[in-house]
Every structure is written in C-alpha cells, then in structure tokens.
C-alpha cells in the first residue's frame, strides 16, 4: 500500500451520519448568526451611523492630508469633505446593512473552523 492509500480512512454509515449530521447542524448555527448578525444592523442603525461617521472623518482627513501637501490646496479638500460626507453616509449604510452581517458571519465561522 501507497501512503496515500494508507491515509484514506474508510467510514461506516453510521460515521458518515454523524459527520452529515454535524454539518448540518454547523450550516443551521451559521446562518442563525447571520440572522442575528443582520437583526443587530437594523436594530442598532445609530451606532453603525456614528462608526461610519468616525471612519469618514479619519480617513478623508488622512487622504487628504497625504495627497494634498499645499496647507491652501488642503484646506478647500477638507471643507469639500465636510460637504460630502452625508452622500457618503447614505450609500457606506446601505452597502454595510448589505454585506457587512455576510462578511462578518463568514469571518468568524473561519475562526471557528479547523
């Protein structure tokens, strides 16, 4: 026998059930996260307003800061900033009510598996 052959484990039926079976419940309990993940989006719609507004701030003010090295130049792009941050508020929550409870969810299932 090859070692590759030796590695194969052959299963009875009944192991093959549990593993079946403990996939099953492994898909049940992620997509209950999931759910719960995109119950606490909606629920908590100010707090994930007021982390997209502290990550605006800090990253236009960083971009602009490194782009921009004229103190004139950089002063007009962060007054631009200020007056596009409700249109990037808008479609940073949709985009984060969309996808962020799938990536998180995904996220923390890598954690979890080995």
């Known amino acids: 026998?090859?070692?590759?052959?030796?590695?194969?484990?052959?299963?009875?039926?009944?192991?093959?059930?549990?593993?079946?079976?403990?996939?099953?419940?492994?898909?049940?309990?992620?997509?209950?996260?999931?759910?719960?993940?995109?119950?606490?989006v909606e629920r908590e719609d100010a707090t994930v307003k007021i982390i997209l507004d502290c990550l605006y701030d800090v990253g236009s003010v960083n971009l602009i800061n490194d782009k921009f090295r004229s103190p004139s130049l950089n002063g007009i792009m962060k007054s631009i900033a200020k007056m596009s941050k409700p249109v990037f508020r808008m479609v940073a929550l949709r985009w984060f009510k969309k996808n962020c409870p799938q990536l998180i969810a995904d996220w923390l299932h890598s954690k979890v598996s080995f």
């Open 1 to 40: 026998m090859t070692p590759a052959e030796k590695s194969v484990k052959i299963l009875t039926p009944a192991e093959k059930e549990r593993i079946e079976q403990d996939e099953r419940m492994e898909q049940e309990r992620m997509h209950d996260v999931l759910l719960m993940l995109q119950h606490l």
